[in-house]
Nanobody, 122 residues
Framework: QVQLVESGGGLVQAGGSLRLSCAAS????????MGWFRQAPGNEREFVVA????????SYADPVKGRFTVSRDNAKNTVYLQMNSLKPEDTAVYYC???????????????WGQGTQVTVSS
């Protein structure tokens, strides 16, 4: 089993930045492909970004390209999401996901965190 715990969410004004973290525990982190998803009220959960187990491959959803950056530190068992130039439409609960096999990670990922709220005010 893998436990994922997100942190770093909060309230920020449009144009501001936040850095989300997702700490993994329960098994070796380095073999895990990781990703971030988000879900706004009334919407389905949507893909944001993925990073491969070694960090060599990344994949971004079009709405966040050029503004969000994913990274990972396998020594710290943590994946990060740096979010810049935030917009009100980025408001959502952000979830971390992990998958042992699939890349990019998808809705059917093996493991999920509990989510962290990001609210961007206009």
């Amino acid at each position: 089993q893998v436990q994922l715990v997100e942190s770093g969410g909060g309230l920020v004004q449009a144009g501001g930045s936040l850095r989300l973290s997702c700490a993994a525990s329960g098994r070796t982190f380095s073999p895990l492909n990781m990703g971030w998803f988000r879900q706004a009220p009334g919407n389905e959960r949507e893909f944001v970004v993925a990073i491969s187990r070694g960090g060599g491959f990344t994949s971004y959803a079009d709405p966040v390209k050029g503004r969000f950056t994913v990274s990972r530190d396998n020594a710290k068992n943590t994946v990060y999401l740096q979010m810049n130039s935030l917009k009100p439409e980025d408001t959502a609960v952000y979830y971390c996901a992990a998958d042992l096999v699939r890349y990019p990670v998808g809705i059917g990922s093996d493991y999920w965190g509990q989510g962290t709220q990001v609210t961007v005010s206009s």
